[in-house]
Antibody
């Protein structure tokens, strides 16, 4: 079964750092592009970061320079290193696999994990 | 950034009803449009990609249509398990963006 399980969330002080993990099963993270999305009651779903299968990376402007996406192929795990955290980074963070076809063309996220909650507060 | 506006934001419907949700993009996104369903405490689940292609395993009562800037998600006969929040997403242009969601509740 193709599955993603996030971990690493928690309560962190403003200015602090946290690393989220996303363990994959049923497929290899090295063979796919992978992404992080966050969700808050106020702003809804917000795309955060993307790592292509060729390892080039993209970030939302709101996290650029503070967050780093990476993966460990030997552990089949995706990561999101979050530094200089702010109150507005408080959210549930989801990882997802990115699928793409070129004939149509189209991209989509499938599957998503169950999410991990990050709370930035003093 | 490309803005996606879903309408309505909330709808109340009965089992068996036909339901249509609209997603309008602030600029053209060709067919780079996906629809997701989310239930409380869970991550979103893919329903439709490429605007109109049903994900394998998703019931055929779900359908999608549209291209360019206007898209629709239709549930032909609402079932009890369909009460959830539905989101559209564009993956044509960075940053990839989502609609604000449509909550479908039981009348």
């Amino acid at each position: 079964e193709v599955q993603l399980v996030e971990s690493g969330g928690g309560l962190i002080l403003p200015g602090g750092s946290l690393r989220l993990s996303c363990a994959a099963s049923g497929f290899s993270v090295s063979a796919y592009s992978m992404t992080w999305v966050r969700q808050t009651p106020g702003k809804g779903l917000e795309w955060v970061s993307l790592i292509y299968s060729a390892d080039n990376t993209f970030y939302a402007d709101s996290v650029k320079g503070r967050f780093t996406i990476s993966r460990d192929n030997s552990k089949n795990t995706l990561y999101l290193q979050m530094n200089s955290l702010r109150a507005e980074d408080t959210a549930v963070y989801y990882c997802a696999r990115v699928l793409e076809v070129f004939v149509v063309p189209a991209r989509w996220f499938d599957p998503w994990g169950q999410g991990t909650l990050v709370t930035v507060s003093s | 950034d490309i803005q996606l506006t879903q309408s309505p934001s909330f709808l109340s419907a009965s089992v068996g009803d036909r339901v249509t949700i609209t997603c309008r993009a602030s600029q053209g996104i060709t067919s780079y449009l996906a629809w997701y369903q989310q239930k409380p405490g869970k991550g979103p689940k893919l329903l439709i990609y490429a605007a109109s292609t049903l994900r394998s395993g998703v019931p055929s009562r779900f359908s999608g249509s549209g291209s360019g800037t206007e898209f629709t998600l239709t549930i032909s006969s609402l079932q009890p398990e369909d009460f959830a929040i539905y989101y559209c997403q564009q993956l044509n242009t960075y940053p990839w963006t989502f609609g604000q969601g449509t909550r479908v509740e039981i009348k």
